[in-house]
């Protein structure tokens, strides 16, 4: 097989033919973001000449960069861009500019208003952009104008720069700290704008009575009709609040789906006044069947469950802001007992008085407990005590101030205080 040999001579002059068009492009071509220092063929009188009189175009030199022009006309190299501006139909490329092209700079006049010292420090403060053009490679022949530049910016004061502008704040009235004066007046304010009540709905309803031996159109509660979600150990489950129960009503009763029920248990007998009647809650019926009705508890102050008596709801009466006026030598009787019999009675406790609608007695109206003569230095007042509802002869007092626990059966009452008619 014939192989062809390139000899060493050959092999130099193809070298050669190959570099020299490279040769001819890396002088054309220059690198425009790197700082140049000005063609020593540039006049000296030119870089004199005041802004005004500064020649509308420039014609690019061998080692000029758009960075070296803008420190000429514009006195600031990072104003460079400026000048790629004014002349995007030539410059193709930012980043290279080419001898003899002819480029506009009458813009420096306007943009050059800034004195040079802004610029410097802007560099010396490390301005956006300043540290990188600083820091980028650099061509041999613009090392020296980088040194001058910088040797420049030692002769002058670096200003120090302008303090912070103060955050805004954008705080809501949750975020903001509050004083413990503050928090003391929001939790009184919870207490202190409420309207003020003799008698409340809740109190009526479950201070409970003493029959009189009254024949009261009781009915029984079945049982509850929701299964119970916890095993409990006693097969009697209890019902709670918006669960419905089955009550049977009493022959001869007419109900109907709206209608109110007071569910209780009978506690003990109390003699000449009947049965301790002590209410567990109120259930209004969803539904009649004809010997049934299924009704929804809506109020419940103790446990309900199957055996309890279910009773018409008695309407209440509410008396409004009205405000019990003092009375002297009010209406006088004694206490019958307690409705939770209690070794040592409390507060918020119900007891039961010997007076009811038959002699005046109205809900609101205000008793004192005491002992001794009425009057007289033996006087002790033990408990003073709000009317929360009434019967024919008796009625049912809440215990608002306890002075002495022992308030027991045949200790005198006292009306002091009376709700307008």
């Known amino acids: 097989m014939r192989r062809t040999t390139i000899c060493r001579s050959n092999r130099a002059a193809l070298l050669a033919l190959v570099a020299v068009p490279l040769a001819c ?72 500019i080419y001898p003899g092209e002819v480029l506009n700079v009458s813009g420096g006049g306007g943009v050059a208003q800034a004195p040079a010292e802004t610029t410097v420090t802007a560099i010396a403060q490390g301005a956006p952009g300043a540290d990188t053009v600083a820091r980028e490679p650099t061509a041999p022949d613009t090392v020296a104008a980088v040194d001058t530049l910088m040797t420049d910016t ?24 509050r004083s413990g004066a503050a928090d003391v007046q929001n939790t009184l304010r919870a207490y202190a704008d409420q309207p003020y009540r003799p008698l409340r709905r809740g109190e009526f309803y479950s201070a409970g009575f003493l029959s009189e031996h009254e024949n009261l159109p009781w009915g029984s509660v079945v049982g509850t009709t929701d299964k119970p979600s916890i095993p409990r150990l006693t097969d009697r489950a209890s019902a709670t609040q918006f669960q419905r129960i089955v009550v049977e009503p009493p022959p001869q009763a007419s109900y109907h789906v709206g209608d109110s029920l007071l569910i209780a248990r009978i506690d ?13 809650g109120v259930a209004r019926v969803v539904e009649v069947a004809r010997k049934q009705l299924l009704a929804e508890i809506v109020m419940q102050f103790g446990r309900i469950h199957d055996g309890h008596m279910a009773l018409p709801l008695e309407p209440f009466k509410d008396p409004g802001e009205a405000r019990p006026t003092p009375v002297a030598q009010g209406l006088q009787g ?37 002992t001794g003569q009425a009057g007289a230095p033996s006087e002790e007042v033990r408990a003073v005590v709000e009317v929360v509802h009434t019967r024919e002869h008796s009625c049912s007092g809440l215990v608002l101030t306890l002075k002495n626990p022992q308030l027991v059966p045949g200790l005198s009452v006292r009306l002091v205080r009376k709700m307008p008619s």
């Not at 670096?158 to 949750?174: C, L, N, R, V």
């Open 25 to 96: 492009w890396s002088l054309l071509a220059q690198d425009t973001t790197q700082a140049a220092a000005p063609p020593e063929a540039q006049p000296e009188a030119l870089t004199q000449q005041p802004l005004s009189e500064l020649p509308a175009t420039h014609t690019v030199a061998k080692g000029e960069t758009l960075w070296s022009l803008a420190q000429l006309y514009f006195n600031d190299p990072l104003l460079w861009p400026e000048i790629y501006r004014q002349n995007t139909a030539l410059i193709e490329d930012p980043h290279w």
């Open 268 to 280: 003990r007998d109390e003699g000449d006044w009947g049965e301790v009647v002590v209410p567990v």
């Open 334 to 370: 004694t206490v019958i007992g307690e409705r939770d019999l209690h070794t040592i009675a409390i507060s918020q406790q119900v007891i039961f008085i010997d007076r009811g609608r038959a002699d005046g007695v109205v809900p609101g109206d205000v008793f004192q407990v005491y």
């Open 154 to 177: 030692t002769q002058l004061v670096i200003e120090e720069p302008p303090p912070a502008a103060a955050d805004e704040s954008y705080q809501t009235i949750f975020d903001r700290p």
